[in-house]
């Protein structure tokens, strides 16, 4: 009897031995601001920076993994709306309409300005010309055909670049003639590199970051200063101009979180938004939302660190 007594003990220690490893277990793959793995669907005009962020925040946390899908804006706002991803970064804030149906889901979205990017003009290198005017843009997608411009090349049809684009011209559609768009950014560069008198519309951080594959290509186009509808003076997609607010084609980016708890998502957001983060924007050649502050230390006389 003992004997059976000791068995059922034994079997009893090992099956709670084993209940409290898997608890552990659980425990440890719990999902938290700096540990564990999210999805994030990311706008795909702005997905270098987002990349350079990602490589930085999990070599900081090694707990943390971020996998990123690239999507065309009108994709991404789609998935979000629909529950297929619970964070995205993009080129606009939500509207009225869309927080109103957040609100009859019961989700709080967390919103976060990050940087300051914009939207650059490109030509073939072979043009003279580098200067362009937004309205001459602006009229062609109106359908008034200019003879500066050969083409408009766009990425993607349901991009931030024609959405924004569509916004300022005040259509509901773009021309079907003389407009091109294709899927990436990339793609748009390359093809305003091979055919001169296109226009090129893409995000500059595609430009100021390209990837190796690309950075041949980008020394064949020019990146064109733009005169806007209130001005009389040119300005370039640069960090400066964009600082001080002269380039009219700027557009801030944000990082929505729809996860509704504190996980991942909520911490990759704090990390952009602080103060690594925004250096790795002012690095990028876009503007930061807070300009990363400096530390100076006065010395009363000068010391020698060799001695």
């Known amino acids: 009897m003992l004997k ?3 068995i059922l003990g034994l079997i009893v220690f090992i099956f709670l031995f084993a209940m409290c490893n898997q608890k552990s277990k659980k425990d440890s793959e719990k999902e938290t601001i700096l540990k564990g ?5 990311v706008d795909e005009t702005v997905k270098p920076i987002v990349d350079d962020q990602i490589a930085v925040f999990e070599g900081t946390y090694y707990g943390a993994r971020v996998t990123v899908n690239a999507k065309s804006e009108a994709e991404l706002f789609n998935d979000l709306l629909n529950k297929k991803t619970k964070v995205v970064i993009s080129a606009r804030d939500l509207t009225q309409e869309e ?7 019961k989700i709080n979205p967390r919103v976060t300005p ?4 914009a939207i650059a003009f490109i030509s073939n290198k072979d043009s003279n010309d580098t200067l362009i005017e937004l309205k001459t843009v602006i ?15 766009f990425d993607n049809p349901n991009s931030s670049t024609v959405r924004f684009m569509k916004n300022l011209a005040n259509v509901k559609e773009i021309p079907s003639e003389g407009v091109f768009s294709f899927k990436t950014n990339n793609e748009v ?11 090129g519309v893409v995000g500059v951080n595609w430009l100021s970051q390209p990837s190796p594959e690309m950075q041949d290509i980008v020394h064949k186009i020019n990146v064109l200063s733009v005169k806007g509808l209130n001005s009389n003076e040119y300005y370039s997609p640069t960090q400066n101009d964009i600082a001080e607010q002269k380039y009219p084609l700027a557009r801030e980016l944000y990082i929505i979180n729809c996860q509704g708890y504190s996980g991942l998502g909520m911490g990759f957001a704090s990390f952009i938004a602080g103060d690594i983060g925004q250096r790795i924007v002012l690095k990028s050649g876009l503007m930061p939302i807070r300009t990363p502050g400096r530390k100076l230390q006065i010395r009363n006389k000068i010391i020698n660190d060799k001695e």
């Open 4 to 6: 059976y007594v000791k």
């Open 37 to 41: 793995s999210v999805t994030i669907t």
């Open 99 to 105: 927080k109103n149906k957040f609100e009859k889901l």
């Open 114 to 117: 990050f940087a300051t990017d």
């Open 139 to 153: 009229d062609f997608m109106k359908g008034i055909v200019n003879p500066k411009i050969k083409g408009l090349v």
């Open 189 to 199: 560069i390359k093809f305003v590199s091979e055919n001169n008198g296109m226009i």
